[in-house]
């Protein structure tokens, strides 16, 4: 089975900076994708950035320009730079992975920007 441990949310000022990261472990495999996604009370999880095993990145367009999604893959560890925080990036960020093998997600890590 595999885990997902995920660290580095918190309460950041508008215009602040925050570094997510999350580790799979658990397994001997490697990924094949691994993302962020974010969601806010009433409303569905979205996608914030994912980066494939081959450097493939997605960025959210209400992120593109202040977040970098980075990768370590023998670490199977993906990292999220949050840099230029709005109060509409507040939520709750969930590590995702995909492995050949399955989906597996984070148990989540709360951010909150106050403004």
């Known amino acids: 089975q595999v885990q997902l441990v995920e660290s580095g949310g918190g309460l950041v000022q508008a215009g602040g900076s925050l570094k997510l990261s999350c580790a799979a472990s658990g397994n001997n495999f490697r990924f094949n994708a691994m993302g962020w996604y974010r969601q806010v009370p009433g409303k569905q999880r979205e996608s914030v950035a994912i980066?494939?095993?081959?450097?493939?990145?997605n960025y959210a367009d209400s992120v593109k320009g202040r977040f970098i999604i980075s990768r370590d893959n023998p670490k199977n560890t993906v990292y999220l730079q949050m840099n230029g925080l709005k109060s509409e990036d507040t939520g709750v960020y969930y590590c995702?992975?995909?492995?050949?093998?399955?989906?597996?997600w984070g148990q989540g890590t709360q951010v909150t920007v106050s403004s």
């Open positions: 995702n992975a995909r492995f050949s093998f399955g989906v597996f």
């Open positions: 980066i494939s095993r081959r450097d493939t990145i």
